[in-house]
């Protein structure tokens, strides 16, 4: 069983623990406290963050900066790819910008994964506003490190 299945206890407790992995994980995310990104879902593979365009985002276009919109992007990608346990890491990223977003507009970045295979996976994550307009898109290759999430030093 994945853990995507729709029916049995193995899919409600795969749901559980990669939500409270995900929920452990932002818990200690500084930048995303910062920048008031909240963690909306998150599921085996999966995850959805929600943030709101302050004025002290945007470029000098009037727009919000790109750098803001790909951390969006990757906030959701680092959730999706650490439900499944042992921490896991970007190895590279990429993102294409659609359409602008504004100043106030609320935008939703929701992660999935596409590809896992050993230590690596693929994942993609589309930003949306509010109404639905897709803003920009994003694909992010994780390398996992295999071990626990948080470790001392």
């Known amino acids: 069983m994945t853990g995507t299945e729709t029916t049995g206890t193995r899919t409600v407790d795969a749901e559980r623990a990669a939500r409270q992995r995900a929920e452990e994980l932002y818990a200690t995310d500084r930048t995303c406290a910062m920048l008031g990104i909240a963690l909306k879902d998150a599921g085996p593979g999966r995850a959805t963050v929600r943030m709101r ?49 504004e100043p106030g507009d609320e935008l939703t970045a929701e992660a999935v994964e596409r590809s896992r295979f050993g230590r690596s ?33």
């Open 53 to 101: 365009v302050a004025e002290t985002m945007v470029n000098g276009h009037g727009t919000a900066h790109g750098g803001f919109l790909f951390l969006l992007a990757d906030a959701a990608f680092a959730f999706a790819c650490n439900t499944h346990g042992p921490a896991t890491v970007a190895q590279g990223a990429q993102v294409t910008f659609l359409r602008p977003a």
């Open 121 to 153: 996976g693929v994942y993609d994550a589309t930003v949306r506003r509010s109404d639905g307009t897709v803003i920009a898109e994003f694909r992010g290759q994780s390398h996992m490190l295999g071990r626990p999430v948080r470790q001392s030093d």
